[in-house]
């Protein structure tokens, strides 16, 4: 992408290179300090007044908080230290693929955009940090849906369907609250701008492709059309390619068999 490039010559420096990795791990940081003291979460959190009042760390310390996810025991420690080894391996390769440059651009507009939509809707989610997650998730289902999990450590399934999953669930629970549909919009903004959207007009193009060869080949001569044809028994080089055809003295085509009917009638 031309205008891509020419963003990163100016604004290199903007790179994050690992920003979902430093992520993943404050956010660990935090979930562990909540543990520790339970009234943190509460300090933490979005609050559009509070923020308006002059607690203006809630800006940027709602990322981090973990209180909507409320596992605390043996399961929550694990759902953690994996979700933490999952955010390292979608960040090397998001990187991987679009660069340290895009991957950051990626990360930021998911992050101003559930800023906004934590303003514009406030409370709408709960612990909205986590779509930093799920916008990862499904940028790198996109680009590589074929990669296979083992869940349960068992059945190994393709990250795609794992996706289509995520976002079935997401979607059921819009119907209890549909500040969620546009929420999800903004959180998610920059899947759609650099996975989402391109993924679909990338389909767009190759049925688009798929239908202009459907066209040629219908409006083009059928491949089997014959060049010669007897005009005495109507025998083709297709039909009997053992055949020659020569043109008789009256300028019309017969095969080898009937070439001496070319005075004749037919």
Known sequence: MRSLDQLERR???LAFPGLLKYYAMMHALVYVLQVVRQDMGPLLEFDRA???SGEVWRVVTFLFA???FTGTGTLGILFFFFMVMIAFMMSEALEGAWGSFKTSLFHYCGILGLITANFIFPGAMQGS??????????AFATLFPRVEFMLFFILPVQVRFLAWIQAALMLLAVPGNFLLLPFYA??????????GIPALRGTALVLESAQRRKLFRAAKLPEEQS??????????????????FRVGPD???YCGDHID?????V
Request: aromatic share 18%; glycine share 14%; with cysteine.
């Open 50 to 52: 509070r923020i308006l």
């Open 11 to 13: 604004w290199g420096w």
């Open 66 to 68: 973990s209180s909507g």
């Open 261 to 265: 009917r070319a005075d004749g009638p």
């Open 129 to 138: 940090g986590f779509l930093i997650y799920g916008a990862s998730f499904f």
């Open 186 to 195: 903004l959180g998610l903004a920059g899947y759609l701008i650099f996975a």
């Open 227 to 244: 060049f010669h044809s007897c005009v005495w028994c109507d025998r083709t080089e297709i039909t009997h390619p053992e055949l020659e």
């Open 251 to 253: 300028g019309r085509e």
